[in-house]
């Protein structure tokens, strides 16, 4: 097996290496409160579908 990276594409995939920005109302939590308040509403959001579904809706 032989393998060699493929230089434009590995800069391609470099450059779009992105960052969140979460923007809030809250003023009173820290960037880890935000954070994890995000990824709770992204799992409860996932679950929707599954439950229409579910129930055939």
């Not at 470099?14 to 969140?20: E, I, L, W």
């Not at 992204?42 to 809706?57: D, G, N, V």
Request: aromatic share 12%; proline share 4%; hydrophobic share 40%.
């Amino acid at each position: 097996m032989e393998w060699s990276r493929c230089e434009p594409a590995w800069n391609q995939a470099r450059a779009c290496d992105g960052c969140y920005v979460l923007r809030s109302n809250v003023t009173d939590w820290t960037a880890q409160e935000l954070w994890q308040a995000y990824i709770q509403l992204t799992e409860a959001e996932a679950a929707f579908p599954i439950h229409k579904e579910s129930l055939q809706l």
